[in-house]
């Protein structure tokens, strides 16, 4: 999942000081399960807001809702009431929601409440751990299902380098050496051949990606 936090509260009220009248919107997905902007955090981040600028003298009316996934244009349409309703919004979703939103609704200068940082796994409340860096070219069959590009400081496709000491990283001396962990797994799974082919080096990605699936090809892809 997408992993976020909540920003300083103070950079949040400082975008949003000027509107009379201000939206926030979270999303009931990644952000609400690392606790950074699901619907519990829009009403927290609400209560602060009206407390501050109440404190402040100022009158600024805040509105609270929460969609199921802010990625997803028939869960922003269904706000559209909502946001035609106030001056500015601000999202609690990842990047990606707050681009859409932002998309869906061009007339409204759309804030973001959260930083998003990485995608990980959720290894219990409150402790979040990247995991993938969305590469596009998937090694987890040949590294025994740890990411080399993700979990080794070098990114290195061919590990180790030269600096692990009892297992632990140069970079970091921390935390484990991807590589030698990556060793490990495959000794125990018997596939250890695996590290005598060298991966060539990848293939640089360009940005935006775009993905369409093969049963959608008719109806989306343009001709070049
Ligand atoms: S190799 Fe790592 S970064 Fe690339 S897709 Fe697989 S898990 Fe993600
Ligand atoms: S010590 Fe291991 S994890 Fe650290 S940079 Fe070198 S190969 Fe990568």
Redesign the pocket.
Same mark, same amino acid.
């Given at each position: 999942m997408i992993i976020a936090e909540r920003k300083p509260f103070d950079e949040i009220k400082q975008m949003i000081q000027d509107y009379p009248k201000v939206l926030i919107v979270g999303c009931g997905t990644c952000v609400a399960v690392c606790l950074a902007g699901g619907e519990k955090e829009v009403g927290i981040l609400a209560a602060e807001l009206r407390m501050a600028l109440e404190l402040e003298g100022k009158k600024i009316e805040i509105g609270e809702t929460t969609v199921e996934r802010q990625c997803d244009r028939e869960f922003l349409e269904a706000v559209a009431s909502q946001v035609e309703q106030y001056d500015a919004v601000i999202s609690m979703a990842c990047g990606v929601g707050v681009q859409f939103l932002a998309e869906m609704y061009p007339e409204k200068p759309v804030y973001p409440a959260v930083n998003t940082t990485f995608l990980g796994a959720n290894e219990d409340i409150g402790f979040y751990t990247e995991r993938c860096s969305a590469c596009s070219t998937c090694y987890l069959a040949l590294t025994g299902g740890i990411c080399p590009v993700t979990? =080794?400081?070098?990114g290195?496709l061919n590990?180790? *380098?030269g600096?692990?000491v009892n297992g632990m *990283?140069?970079?970091d001396r921390t935390?484990p =050496?991807?590589? *030698?962990q990556i060793y490990e797994r495959l000794k125990q799974q018997g596939r250890l051949d695996l590290l005598k082919g060298v991966v060539p080096a990848r293939e640089f990605r360009h940005k935006p990606a775009q993905f369409i699936h093969p049963a959608y090809k008719k109806k989306f892809e343009r001709p070049q």
């Open positions: 979990m =080794c400081s070098k290195l590990g180790p *380098c600096g692990p *990283c140069e970079v935390r =050496c991807a590589w *030698c």
